[in-house]
């Protein structure tokens, strides 16, 4: 009888704990909005794809397609999702499959309401249908957006389940990232909806920082704003989103190149990427990595920071120094290292200078430099020279205990 009870168990367990398993590493690749906006299509999508695997990116993680708004061509006779036939003349699933062939996995977005933030046919009230066509396609991920519908937070709460539930019972394992740009506390209640990641603010611009009134003008700062606060909700299997790269788009025209998003400096990008690396962000590239600059491929395929990012342990750095000069972050990792991040906001070079003991680090320490490379050893403070809006990201293994 007790076996019999486990066995149950066991198996009704199964899809969870299938799906507890997805994302256990923030998700990586190409988001198509930041840089093609609507006008998208597989000619393109594959021409990034094989982008990415000659300059190295499927090698270094970035292993996703993820296909943004746009890619909708409304629903066929039987109410059946379709791709617009002009953008995605094979059909869905055989771009899919063209994809996987390069050994990459394919995100698909859609939105709780019955269109899509940019007007196209969206989901509610089709959830287990669309869900179904998504794992029929071999879809792996699904963003999933938060435009044109009820801003209370039972509603969010309802509709997220429900696609939630729908993915679990498609016979795929997708991930489900939600989309409601933090407006409800997501980080509280979306993962108990089936979702493994959620974005914590509105969309980043391509500039720095936000100097207008107008809070839907983020820049890089003002996601960090919100996103460093929340570490404690991010853990394998759920992480928080504060949105897409925009290294490398240098103010490229587009929905990131609105509200004042006339592009960043290469330092403000490689502060970026190492902010995102040390808040275990998702990482989805949006610059056109067909035509990547030096800066940008040294940007996006420094292995160093991608291994803090990428790490098993998953946890989001703890921010321990927030003042008018400097952001200071630590980073725990699986194999006893600490990656420690410091970001000078002010807008002249400044030296930094900081005892380990205050970060909670007792012991002596050697140090790697993961942008520089240069190492140090038998350290028991922190001190260098730090230019304007950079971020420094030291890897450090204890040499010696207190
Ligand atoms: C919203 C999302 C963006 C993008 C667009 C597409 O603004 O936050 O990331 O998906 O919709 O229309």
């Known amino acids: 009888m007790k076996k019999y009870a486990v066995l149950i168990l066991l198996v009704c367990q199964a899809p969870f704990l299938s799906a507890q398993d997805m994302a256990e590493t923030p998700p990586m690749g190409f988001m198509s909005w930041n840089y093609f906006g ?14 990415m695997g000659a300059t190295g990116m499927v ?52 939105d709780a309401a019955p269109l899509t933030c940019a007007g196209f046919t969206a989901s509610l009230h089709f959830e287990k249908q669309d869900a179904k066509t998504f794992a029929d396609w071999g879809i792996d991920y699904l963003k999933y957006d938060y435009c044109h519908a009820p801003e209370d937070v039972e509603t969010a709460q309802t509709r997220y389940t429900t696609m939630g539930d729908a993915l679990k019972e498609s016979d795929r394992d997708i991930v489900y990232a939600a989309c409601e740009w933090g407006q409800r506390d997501p980080w509280k209640w979306v993962s108990d909806a089936g979702a493994q990641l959620w974005r914590t603010t509105y969309d980043v611009r391509d500039k720095w920082k936000n100097k207008s009134d107008d809070d839907n003008a983020m820049g890089i700062m003002d996601i960090v ?55 275990a962000a998702p990482l989805m590239v949006t610059n056109d990595v067909r035509d990547m600059n030096d800066a940008t491929k040294r940007i996006l395929l420094n292995e160093d920071i991608l291994a803090i990012d990428q790490d098993s342990l998953g946890k989001q750095a703890k921010r321990k120094i927030n003042d008018d000069t400097w952001m200071v972050f630590v980073k725990p990792l699986s194999d006893g290292d600490y990656a420690i991040g410091v970001l000078n906001k002010s807008d002249k070079g400044q ?52």
Do not use: C
């Open 38 to 51: 609507t006008d998208i299509s597989a000619e393109k999508l594959i021409e990034i794809a094989d982008a």
């Open 59 to 110: 090698d270094a993680g970035y292993d996703h397609i993820f296909i943004d708004d746009g890619w909708q061509g409304g629903r066929d006779n039987k109410n059946n999702l379709i791709p617009d036939p002009d953008k995605f003349p094979e059909g869905m699933k055989a771009f899919v499959d063209s994809i996987h062939k390069r050994d990459m996995k394919v995100g698909i977005y859609s």
């Open 225 to 279: 704003a919100i996103n460093a606060e929340l570490d404690e909700y991010a853990g394998p299997g759920h992480w928080n989103d504060p949105d897409m790269l925009v290294v490398g788009l240098y103010g490229k025209d587009g929905p990131s190149g609105d509200l004042g998003g006339t592009g960043a400096t290469d330092v403000e990008y490689q502060s970026q990427m190492s902010l995102w690396s040390l808040m």
């Open 351 to 402: 030296k930094f200078k900081m005892k380990l003991k205050g970060l909670g680090l007792a012991g002596t320490y050697n140090s790697f430099d993961v942008w520089s490379k240069a190492e140090k050893s038998k350290l028991q403070k922190l001190k260098d020279t730090i230019a304007s809006h950079e971020t420094k990201v030291w890897r450090l293994s204890e040499s010696q205990k207190p």
